[in-house]
């Protein structure tokens, strides 16, 4: 496999970065939805919010309140209030409360997520009924799909008019990717500048050498700091202000990587038929999940649990045991 997966990569360099970006576009073909892809899923976040926030006048985005904190970060920095809505243990809001909520006028974006499986908001924006209330209300939604690339089949065509969709390239979805894109129902203006000089020789020395630690079975040392999982969003290419375009190699591992995804969904559900877990409304494509039974926690690296934005020392649920299940294994 791992040869297939090198010559896979070989065959793709020979490739214009024009066409892989139109064969990457090809996969994000869904009814009623433009693609465009970007440098990372943050910036992609970022910038969406940013557009909603210059066509909304209510001030106040509501988002989960158990997620990265790179989300309330992000909508923080484009200009909303952001506020956090209260999720149950498996991750997911009360409808009737979010409406309660919103109907006070101020609410001017809801962001759903997909977190360890849970659902996003996408069966609540399968429903019609929600949807004309949404409508309504003037408010507009980002459903996040950052830790489960594949639930984009899954966005209703109905209600494109008031969802815009972030997906992310990276080791959630499959090896030795870094990137993102945008689904909306307009065409988004094309990425920004090109990738250059000092950037693009330490994104690529980042990416291969990520690649080669799966490719090869090697694993260095990662350093880990603090007790719970915190971004300062800071340095490249971690800041929102990263706008670049998506480097070739970028687009190379994401088109290869949809290309698997597949054979990797398949893998994912496979553990799930063995172990007890936590059963989130998408577990059988979620990169991570909530280990319910010790014998799942063996042999797979654990995921610390999200910090609170502002309080990188605490997390809203500090006691979950969170293990990978990408459908790969971080060591080869």
């Known amino acids: 496999m791992n040869f297939a997966r090198i010559l896979g990569y070989a065959v793709l360099h020979l490739w214009p970065t024009a066409l892989l970006g139109q064969r990457l576009a090809r996969y994000f073909s869904v009814p009623g939805y433009y693609f465009s892809v970007r440098f990372s899923g943050r910036s992609?976040?970022?910038?969406?919010?940013?557009?909603?926030?210059?066509?909304?006048?209510?001030?106040?985005?509501?988002?989960?309140?158990?997620?990265?904190?790179?989300?309330?970060?992000?909508?923080?920095?484009?200009?909303?209030?952001?506020?956090?809505?209260?999720?149950?243990?498996?991750?997911?809001?009360?409808?009737?409360?979010?409406?309660?909520?919103?109907?006070?006028?101020d609410v001017g974006l809801l962001v759903g997520a997909s977190v360890f499986g849970s659902s996003a908001l996408l069966d609540d924006l399968a429903d019609p009924?929600?949807?004309?209330?949404?409508?309504?209300?003037?408010?507009?939604?980002?459903?996040?799909?950052?830790?489960?690339?594949?639930?984009?089949?899954?966005?209703?065509?109905?209600?494109?008019?008031?969802?815009?969709?972030?997906?992310?390239?990276?080791?959630?979805?499959?090896?030795?990717?870094?990137?993102?894109?945008?689904?909306?129902?307009?065409?988004?203006?094309p990425a920004g500048k090109a990738l250059a000089g000092e950037k693009q020789r330490f994104l690529y020395k980042r990416m291969i050498r990520s690649s080669l630690s799966q490719l090869l079975r090697w694993n260095p040392k990662?350093?880990?700091?603090?007790a719970f999982e915190y971004s300062s969003c800071n340095a490249f290419p971690f800041r929102f202000s990263d706008d670049y375009r998506p480097a070739k190699l970028q687009l190379i591992c994401a088109v290869h990587g949809m290309a698997s995804l597949g054979r990797y969904q398949a893998a994912k559900r496979s553990l799930l038929d063995r172990h007890a877990h936590l059963e989130t409304r998408f577990a059988s494509s979620a990169a991570y999940l909530i280990a319910r039974d010790v014998e799942m926690r063996k042999g797979r690296l654990q995921k610390r649990s999200y910090a609170i934005e502002q309080h990188p020392d605490a997390?809203?649920?500090?006691?979950?045991?969170?293990?990978?299940?990408?459908g790969f294994s971080d060591h080869g």
């Open 315 to 326: 997390s809203l649920r500090p006691d979950y045991l969170i293990v990978h299940n990408k």
């Open 44 to 105: 992609a976040l970022f910038e969406l919010a940013c557009a909603r926030r210059t066509e909304c006048d209510a001030p106040v985005a509501l988002y989960p309140d158990y997620i990265c904190n790179i989300v309330p970060r992000a909508l923080t920095e484009a200009g909303w209030i952001a506020e956090a809505y209260a999720t149950d243990e498996r991750l997911e809001p009360d409808w009737e409360a979010l409406c309660s909520r919103m109907k006070r006028g």
């Open 129 to 189: 009924e929600k949807c004309a209330v949404l409508r309504d209300l003037r408010v507009q939604v980002i459903v996040d799909l950052a830790q489960d690339v594949g639930l984009v089949r899954r966005l209703p065509e109905k209600a494109r008019d008031i969802i815009r969709c972030v997906v992310s390239f990276n080791d959630k979805s499959f090896p030795g990717a870094m990137g993102g894109g945008i689904l909306s129902d307009v065409p988004m203006p």
């Open 222 to 226: 990662r350093e880990r700091e603090g």
